[in-house]
Nanobody, 124 residues
């Protein structure tokens, strides 16, 4: 299975930006659709945004539309999450995940590989 490692989390003020990165190894990166999930304290892990294998289609939840952008570089085995206009409600541990399904999936169970998570904290 592909291994994933996230980076780029940190502390940012409301309205600020962060760019998360996820590096994949041990698999053929271009065969996976990639997603970002997040989990806040006391809450279930939730889908945020995903991108298909070729990087030609993305889907995100309404709460991050216009603020978060997912993009991938298959030549570098990386996927990124550019987060702008952050608010305290975005505070969570963010996970990248890989799925072998052709279509974008919103279900955590469709993703077979997960990163260790990176903390994003947005202060008010």
């Amino acid at each position: 299975q592909v291994q994933l490692v996230e980076s780029g989390g940190g502390l940012v003020q409301a309205g600020g930006s962060l760019r998360l990165s996820c590096v994949a190894s041990g698999g053929t990166f271009s065969r996976y659709s990639m997603g970002w999930f997040r989990q806040a304290p006391g809450k279930e892990r939730e889908f945020v945004v995903a991108i298909n294998q070729r990087g030609t289609y993305t889907y995100s939840v309404d709460s991050v539309k216009g603020r978060f952008t997912i993009f991938r570089d298959n030549a570098k085995n990386t996927v990124h999450l550019q987060m702008n206009s952050l608010n305290p409600e975005d505070t969570a541990v963010y996970y990248c995940a890989a799925s072998l399904t052709v279509t974008i999936q919103l279900r955590p169970g469709a993703y077979t590989s997960w990163g260790q998570g990176t903390q994003v904290t947005v202060s008010s």
